[in-house]
């Protein structure tokens, strides 16, 4: 019996709970009279911000400097002449990377062909020339894959094929 009056209880607080929301939220008091109001603004209010955009129009209203077309045309020039010389310096230090590690394996693999000629077999010190050797080819063929990609990029990019092949020496001469 008492576990219903409790639970009777319980539903007798919350009807009265809902009754008295729905009256107070019928009443209409609980709404703010800001929320209601509509946002205007004077031109006084706007008048800070309006100084920035007036100097903004002018900015794009006042005519152009003196001599802009030539130069624009110096700097596009300037810009490929740049551009240029990035490129060929990019290609022609990865070139001679490659060019150092095949000189380096040739030149190793030399000494190891003295080593195998002599009388004396020396074990560590031709196993040691074929570490190296071993070494310097994966060396050698990662700066060739630098290569290659960096020709794919130039390629991607609409780099002219003979700004690649071209060395700085040879085009700040010309």
């Given amino acids: 019996m008492m576990a219903r009056t409790s639970r009777e209880g319980r539903l007798l607080y919350l009807a009265c709970a809902l009754a008295l929301g729905a009256v107070f939220m019928s009443s209409g008091s609980y709404a703010s009279d800001s929320s209601q109001k509509s946002l205007s603004f004077s031109n006084r209010d706007l008048q800070p911000y309006d100084d920035s955009l007036n100097h903004k129009l002018q900015e794009q209203d006042s005519p152009a400097p003196k001599g802009s077309g ?55 010190k031709t196993a040691a020339l074929n570490k190296e050797i071993t070494k310097t080819r994966k060396r050698l063929k990662y700066a060739q894959d630098d290569l290659s990609a960096v020709q794919d990029e130039a390629h991607r990019k609409g780099v002219p094929p003979g700004w690649l092949s071209v060395s700085l020496n040879r085009m700040r001469n010309v």
Avoid at 90 to 101: D, T
Avoid at 107 to 118: I, M, P, S, T, Y
């Fill in 70 to 124: 030539p130069r624009k045309a110096k700097t596009a020039d300037s810009r490929e002449q740049a551009e240029k010389e990035y490129w060929c310096k990019k290609a022609s230090q990865q070139r001679r990377k490659v060019q150092r590690l095949n000189d380096d394996v040739s030149e190793k693999e030399q000494q190891l062909e003295e080593e195998n000629r002599k009388g004396v077999v020396r074990h560590k």
